[in-house]
DNA sequence: TGACTAATTGTTATATTATAACATAATACT
DNA sequence: AGTATTATGTTATAATATAACAATTAGTCA
């Protein structure tokens, strides 16, 4: 018996500010926990980050932060971006060379990334069974997993219908 | 009823010289049949490529290629890399930003690569179930897969040992 | 409080990865 | 041979990312 599988592509116009309000609310909660600073740049950068279900790029978040930051550099954005991926906040698409927002920032996961090449939004999936598989038959080859990258190219199903 | 997996890891002291002239061969057979041109810097490149099961960088394939080739400059590379990776020839690792020499080239494949953090060599698997599994859920989200990257962190059997 | 410590940010420079654009040369086609 | 196509040469630059060191800010505790 599977658990249905957690929201993976949102409507065209769905309560973005919830998203964006949301993945804030969490990072808050979970860096106080961790007793970690949130500071106001990694908040920046992380409200930047959601600011779509679109991956993007360093140098996007740098020009856009710029606009509140005027000395914004390089490591600015980058120190952000280990200090969010560190925490688990992001991921990095490797494929892309871009930063999401993480979907499920609370909980320990190992997540797959379906990219629609259609309008470019991205679903995380966190999905037992395709991690099970992956070590299984690694396993064969005798590997012992410990990272995984899986991101799965393809048309979301509203892209499907252009 | 699973058949045996591909070969994966190879053992520290296997005769390299024969991956390099099967892979070197198949890319000839394959360029003659596909009636494209396999020319010298391709060849050179791929040579470069397959001189371990370790993933090569691009400039690291550019400062070899420029002890045969003095005036190799970047597009050298890149255009051979292209070609390359468009016939299949080799892939790239983009978790990486890094190249090896494709273990199935002359057939239609959808691959999973496992990469050892201790070793740094790299398993090239071709899986179905791994596919299947992660096309099914992957529809689940009503998603339609064109592409896949799955590359898997972790530790060879050698490595396991050390 | 104030001095010490650790973490964060500022700043400049540079390394690394990749492509654009246009010129020249080699090959294939008739 | 003449033309078209593909490949390579060459220069410049775009895009991604990090190193290194200085200055500042926040946290600690005598």
Chains 1, 2 share one sequence.
């Not at 906040?89 to 990219?115: M, R, T, W």
Request: hydrophobic share 35%; glycine share 2%; charged share 20%.
């Amino acid at each position: 018996m599977e658990k249905f599988p957690a929201p993976s592509f949102y409507a065209h116009r769905h309560n973005h500010n919830a998203c964006i309000h949301s993945a804030l609310n969490k990072a808050q909660h979970i860096c106080a926990k961790k007793e970690i600073r949130f500071t106001r740049i990694r908040q920046q950068t992380l409200e930047l980050i959601w600011s779509s279900h679109k991956p993007i790029l360093a140098y996007e978040l740098l020009r856009t932060l710029r606009r509140e930051k005027h000395n914004a550099e390089p490591p600015t954005v980058y120190r952000a971006l280990d200090f969010l991926l560190e925490n688990q906040l992001i991921h990095k698409i490797e494929s892309l060379n871009a930063y999401v927002g993480c979907h499920f920032p609370d909980k320990d996961h190992i997540s797959q990334f379906l990219i629609c090449t259609g309008c470019h939004q991205i679903a995380e999936l966190e999905d037992a069974n395709v991690n099970k598989v992956i070590t299984r038959q690694a396993a064969r080859s005798g590997f012992q997993v410990a990272q995984q990258t899986v991101e799965i190219r393809g048309l979301c199903p509203t892209c499907q219908n252009l």
